[in-house]
C-alpha cells in the first residue's frame, strides 16, 4: 500500500484552547491530508513530512531558508516541545533545536530525567524566516496546520510551548507568555480529531539565555517540574 493510500481528505482546523480569555481562537487551515485508521504513527508522521516537503506554502515560496526542519523524536513521546522557527544552524542541518538554544533545551530535557529521543521536538513554521525576523500571521496560517497534524498523530501526554508564538498559537491567546507560563492550559483538538492536551508555556530557552538570572531559571524549572509530575517522572 502507497503512502496516499494512507490518508484521507478533511478541510479546517480550530486552534482554541480553555483559557478563560480566549475566545477569538483563530480559524487556521489544516493541510488536506490526515492519516487514517491502522497506520502506525511513525508511518503517519513520515507521510506528513513528505506532504508538508510537497505542499507547504511558505516553505515553496520563502527565499531564505536552505533546509525545511520538519522536527524529530519519538512518534509515541509522552511529552511535545513546540518552538517558534528554525534558526541558522537548524536551517544548515535540517534538525530542530540544534543550535545555542537547543543545548539549553538538552538541558532542560536532560534535567526532567528524560533524553531527546524520548520526546517529541518541532516549531510552528518549519523553515527559517529571512534573518530570524518573528513567524508572520500568513506564515502561521501556512505552517502551523502541519504542527497540528504532528501534534494529532502522535497526541503527547503534554505539549510545552517555547515562548511567545507557540503559545499564541496553541492557546489563541494575545497574553503575553510571562502571563500565561506556569500555568496550565488546554489544547482543543478540531472537533471529532482526538482528546484535549494539557499544555505548559514556558520561556523560549533562546530567552532564558539571554535573560539567564536565578528567577528566569527557578521559574522554567518550576514550569518543568509541573510537567514531569504530570507525567510521572524523576528528574535527571
Ligand atoms: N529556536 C526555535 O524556536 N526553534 C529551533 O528549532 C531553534 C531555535
Not at 122 to 151: D, F
Amino acid at each position: 500500500m502507497g503512502l496516499t493510500t494512507t490518508v484521507r481528505r478533511v478541510s479546517k482546523v480550530a486552534v482554541q484552547s480553555t483559557h478563560a480569555d480566549t475566545a477569538t481562537a483563530p480559524i487556521i487551515p489544516e493541510p488536506s491530508f490526515v492519516s487514517a485508521p491502522g497506520v502506525s504513527r511513525h508511518t503517519a508522521l513520515e507521510a506528513l513530512r513528505l506532504q508538508h516537503e510537497r505542499e507547504c506554502p511558505h516553505c515553496t515560496t520563502a527565499t531564505a531558508h536552505t533546509n525545511i526542519v520538519f522536527g524529530e523524536g519519538d512518534a509515541n513521546a509522552q511529552v511535545f516541545f513546540v518552538g517558534e522557527a528554525p534558526g541558522e544552524t537548524e536551517d544548515q542541518t535540517g534538525r530542530p533545536f540544534v543550535g545555542k538554544a537547543g543545548t539549553k533545551l538538552n538541558e532542560m530535557i536532560a534535567a526532567m530525567g528524560l533524553s531527546r529521543e524520548q520526546v517529541y521536538i518541532a516549531n510552528v513554521l518549519k523553515s527559517r524566516p529571512p534573518n530570524n525576523r518573528p513567524p508572520q500571521p500568513s506564515e502561521i496560517a501556512a505552517c502551523g496546520p502541519y504542527l497540528i497534524e504532528q501534534l494529532l498523530l502522535i497526541a503527547p501526554k503534554v505539549i510545552v510551548t517555547l515562548g511567545g508564538p507557540a503559545t499564541k498559537l496553541l492557546l489563541g491567546s494575545e497574553i503575553g507568555i510571562s502571563k500565561l507560563r506556569g500555568i496550565w492550559a488546554t489544547w482543543q483538538p478540531p472537533k471529532g480529531r482526538g482528546a484535549s492536551i494539557p499544555i505548559m508555556p514556558t520561556y523560549h530557552p533562546a530567552y532564558l539565555l539571554r535573560n539567564y538570572t536565578p528567577q528566569t531559571r527557578a521559574e522554567v524549572w518550576s514550569d518543568l517540574k509541573q510537567v514531569m509530575a504530570k507525567i510521572q517522572v524523576a528528574p535527571g
